[in-house]
């Protein structure tokens, strides 16, 4: 099992329980949307993986090791966050800078930083925009640059806010293309998302939250029968 967090509780300083016993397992190569009203603590959980926030109580397994010890920049190893807002992410003054960044990082030797961002730049249809400044860019490509640079740091976690938000048809298509490829290849993709027809058609499993606890989890189709 890739993930596995249980009994996860975590309170904000003002008091606002955002997520209260949570539990669950994921396997490798799954595909995971996570769905709730607002407020229901998706976001919470999701920057619990990537070592935003840390647990009051309970815990969070990824690969075999809690995080609780682990440093941010050794979680992001194993788990790549996509930010709904690609400008919370995007820093370089150029695509190919931005893309660059991770797996430099990271310390992957340069034959491999080559093929990963190669690779994660044909995977984004951003090959043509190398030299492109990020900020020049229309939101959607924004969108796909944060998808590439966290794609080129290869971790078997990827975890997306919002994928589809602000997407045309098109970069919809091409990302579901790349949930699908990503699982096939074994990877575990958790997508945070109120995008239903996205669900159905690219996910196995949905997680709904609400108030901080889960209240449904089992394939996508008795979600959709459900809804
Ligand atoms: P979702 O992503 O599902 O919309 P969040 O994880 O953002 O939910 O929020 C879960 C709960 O935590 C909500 O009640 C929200 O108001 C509260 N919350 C979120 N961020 C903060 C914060 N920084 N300080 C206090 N409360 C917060
Ligand atoms: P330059 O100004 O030389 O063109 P960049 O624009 O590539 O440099 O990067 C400016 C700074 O932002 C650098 O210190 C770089 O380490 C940092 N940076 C670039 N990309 C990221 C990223 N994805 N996340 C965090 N920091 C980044």
Redesign the pocket.
Known sequence: MILRIDSLTFR???G????DGVSFGVEAGERVALV????????????HLIGIERPASGTIEIDGRRTDGLAIAELARTVGFVFQNPDDQLHASSVAKEVGFGPRNLRFAPDRRKELVESALRRTGLTDLVDAHPHHLSLGERKRVALASVLAMDTPVVVLDEPTTGQDHRSVALLGNLVDELAAEGRTVLA?THDMDFCAEHFDRVIA?E??RIVADGPVEHWLARA
């Open positions: 904000y300083p003002n606002t329980t955002a997520l709730g009203p607002n407020g229901a603590g998706k976001s919470t959980l999701a920057r945070v939250l108030d901080g």
